[in-house]
């Protein structure tokens, strides 16, 4: 997501700089994207700090402010700097990114050049956690993206959790990277369905018209996928007795479904916590041994109990 949208950010800009005014309808054609995805991009210019302003009405659009010719000239030390830092990270790791920005970069006022290419190096994302290495991302994200932008019906051979594999013609509709995890939200012949793209076999894409919803907006879609999946990961909530000062520890470890009840006069925090089944939420609260208290369900005491009692069995053998 962050590589497409600073790639797009760049071209974006570099088209009003060609056109001096443009609309929603001439953007989503030239970058191949829907109209309503082109109005998003134009709005995100202001948010950056991109001096832009539309114009309602007939024969209005939108332009870079100081005329219907401005050219990247126009930005200021500030917003030059802005633009940087928000595309400079995806830079990195793609190529076409980095050779657009030092193309921006030779449009820009001499004064300027320093501090913008300052500004695109002064920040790296590195998504591996500790001790891990980054995950890359597999070709098939790529053809995944072309068939998105150019709006191709995908073939699609997948494998699920269980392992079972399936053929079918697919609507790409957005693609979704989560935690070093690609995901691919697409229109099936049984509706909107969520495939992780490190259980895609294959994908092939095709000269077929992909179909894709007027109102569809990539964002709003993704936020109810999550909700769903949160949903099912806190089935089981337990109440916890735990020393307010390890709250962000405990913060990490469960996320959103983390809630503080109360804080008590002896320090401690009463606390909820939840996961999909009552073992999942032992397994963590085990290695906090005596400092979380667990006050309920019964059935997060009991796997408790189940794995103090093994380990104790395993250990008191040596």
Not at 48 to 76: E, K
Not at 136 to 163: F, H, W
Not at 166 to 186: F, H, M, S
Request: charged share 25%.
């Amino acid at each position: 997501m962050i590589l497409m949208r600073a790639d797009r950010l760049v071209a974006l800009l570099l088209f009003m700089q060609a056109r001096g005014r443009v609309t929603a309808t001439e953007v989503a054609a030239e970058l191949e994207v829907s109209i309503a995805t082109a109005r998003r991009d134009l709005d995100a210019l202001s948010t950056a700090g991109i001096p832009v302003y539309s114009q309602p009405g007939r024969g209005g659009g939108w332009s870079l402010v100081g005329g219907a010719r401005t050219d990247l000239t126009g930005l200021t030390s500030t917003e030059a700097k802005a633009l940087f830092l928000l595309a400079g990270p995806a830079a990195a790791v793609s190529p076409t990114v980095h050779s657009a920005l030092r193309k921006l970069v030779h449009a820009l006022p001499d004064t300027f050049r320093a501090d913008a290419v300052a500004a695109s190096d002064a920040v790296l994302i590195d998504t591996a956690p500790w001790g891990q290495r980054a995950k890359t991302s597999t070709p098939l994200v790529e053809v995944l993206q072309d068939a998105v932008i150019s709006r191709r019906k995908v073939s699609l051979q997948y494998k699920n959790r269980a392992g079972e594999q399936t053929q079918r013609l697919i609507d790409p509709w957005g693609l979704i990277a989560k935690n070093d995890v690609w995901y691919l939200i697409a229109g099936t012949d049984t509706g909107e369905r969520t495939f992780r793209v490190d259980r895609i076999i294959a994908a092939t894409s095709t000269d077929a018209v992909a179909d894709r919803p007027a109102d569809f907006a990539l964002p709003r879609r993704w936020e109810r996928v999550v909700d769903e999946v949160e949903e099912r990961r806190s089935l089981v909530w337990a109440t916890v007795l735990i020393p307010a000062r390890f709250l962000p520890v405990l913060h990490i470890q469960f996320g959103r479904h983390c809630e503080v009840l109360e804080t008590l006069d002896d320090g401690r925090s009463r606390v909820r916590v939840a996961a999909h089944i009552p073992s999942s939420i032992a397994e963590t609260i085990a290695g906090w041994g005596s400092t979380v208290a667990v006050l309920e369900p019964e059935s997060v005491r009991t796997e408790l109990a189940r794995l103090g009692a093994e380990l104790v069995a395993q250990y008191e053998q040596g």
